[in-house]
């Protein structure tokens, strides 16, 4: 798993969700399966496919709108339309697909134009600055992985300090 993809399951962790990284199907990979149970743990609450995208180098960035929608709508067949059926079978109907997704080169109007085109498709785009502000947020008062729990003994016992 990528570093943006192991981040982006562990904000889903921290909001709730069980997560199930990496699924092979066929020639796909699904990035992320997630769901959410209800309070009293007898049913599953909410389901989402989660696929991340984050450049470390994005390119491009003079793309006309033509561009930019085909691009949005390429992606969201690639990676939710062809796994479609295997999505279903795999953790039932009625899911949510999410895109979370890095910086566009073209800035906001990229953006904007990749956000509608995606929500038209039924796909939620998910800026990653907020997956890492949540996260950020979630690990100030419940550390959920290891490596936050670790940080907060540390804290706590006085052995680590922070400047």
Not at 9 to 36: C, N, Q, T
Not at 106 to 117: H, N
């Amino acid at each position: 798993m990528n570093p943006a993809e192991d981040l982006t399951a562990r904000w889903l962790i921290s909001k709730g969700y069980f997560v199930m990284p990496r699924i092979k199907i066929g020639a796909h990979e699904l990035d992320l399966l997630a769901v959410k149970l209800t309070d009293d743990k007898s049913a599953v609450f909410e389901r989402v496919h989660v696929e991340v995208c984050v450049p470390s180098n994005p390119a491009g960035g003079n793309w006309s709108d033509d561009v930019c929608r085909e691009g949005a709508t390429e992606e969201v067949r690639k990676k939710f339309s062809a796994v479609e059926n295997e999505v279903h079978r795999l953790i039932g109907g009625g899911y949510s697909r999410w895109y979370i997704r890095g910086a566009f080169p073209g800035g906001d109007r990229v953006k904007e134009l990749w956000t509608s085109t995606m929500s038209d498709l039924g796909v939620t785009l998910v800026p990653f600055e907020l997956v890492i502000r949540e996260y950020a947020e979630a690990m100030k008062y419940r550390p959920q992985d290891y490596v936050g729990q670790l940080i907060h003994i540390l804290k706590s016992s006085g052995t680590l300090t922070t400047a």
